[in-house]
């Protein structure tokens, strides 16, 4: 079978966590992310930042992953924040107004800041 | 500019696993652009095909890639007509009600949200179960190119 295209990274900044996420996130590689963030909260990370830019698809088996954690680290004086997303893919977010919920920023050092504050 | 489609080639048939949906995005997605879809809109019209297969390999399938489901476009007067035709138990996904986005991000829902992006990407979306037991269930998603 072939390997769907969605990979990924992990680093780290301090205290903070990031994935940097590449490829499509649809209902077939969503698991991967939620293990993903699942472990990170687990292992009681609960400051993460996601960055989406090299991100090109985003459905709503993607857009459920986020919903699964985010009142868990929030709880924990944490967040996901969600960074450097293309455009084509903030529309998807924007459709049905997940940045009501989510922080969604340019970049990294902004999310980092957000954290800081 | 509406480009005529090439009717020998208008669609694919997939089968009941997720590992499908990049193949149908990227049909659907091609197509969309050929008709004269600017490319946000043929990503979104791509997208909600996706989320349409995703419950139905979902749901209706319970992801047995054995079972099998067909894609296909079709042009009207100016619109672009994508059926889902697959031979699982008829659920028709405008039977799901529209959520309350407030509430739903207010109590931290989960699931449910495929059908509201097809609702809010696509101009009509129609559901003809199928009438016999050989028949086809068809969902028809469609958009105008404006």
Excluded: W
Excluded at chain 1, 31 to 47: C, D, F, T, W
Excluded at chain 1, 90 to 101: E, I, K, Q, R, S
């Amino acid at each position: 079978m072939n390997e769907s295209k969605f990979t990924i990274e992990h680093h780290s900044i301090g205290d903070i966590k990031c994935l940097k996420i590449q490829g499509y996130l649809d209902a077939h590689t969503a698991p991967q992310l939620e293990s993903a963030i699942g472990n990170l909260v687990q292992e009681g990370k609960h400051k993460i930042i996601v960055n989406f830019s090299e991100l090109d698809y985003i459905s709503s088996a993607g857009l459920g992953v986020f919903m699964v954690y985010i009142e868990d680290v929030r709880e924990l004086g944490g967040d996901i924040k969600l960074s450097e997303m293309k455009p084509k893919v903030f529309t998807v977010f924007d459709l049905l107004g997940f940045p009501m919920l989510f922080e969604i920023v340019e970049n990294n050092h902004a999310a980092i800041a957000k954290f800081s504050n | 500019m509406v480009a005529i489609l090439n009717t020998h080639n208008n669609q694919i048939s997939a089968s009941g696993s997720t590992a499908e949906l990049e193949k149908i995005r990227e049909f659907v997605g091609a197509q969309a652009l050929l008709f004269g879809f600017q490319e946000v809109d043929a990503f979104q019209i791509a997208l909600a095909v996706d989320e349409a297969c995703s419950n139905l390999i979902r749901h209706s399938y319970h992801n047995d890639n054995n079972r099998q489901f067909v894609v296909k476009i079709e042009q009207n007067n100016g619109e672009l007509i994508i059926q889902v035709m697959d031979n699982g138990d008829s659920f028709n996904p405008m039977s799901v009600p529209e959520p309350d986005m407030e509430e739903y991000f207010k109590k931290f829902k989960r699931g449910g949200l495929g059908v509201q992006i097809m609702r809010k990407v696509m101009d009509k979306i129609e559901y003809l179960p199928a009438q016999t037991s050989t028949a086809l269930n068809i969902l028809s998603l469609t958009k105008r190119l404006a």
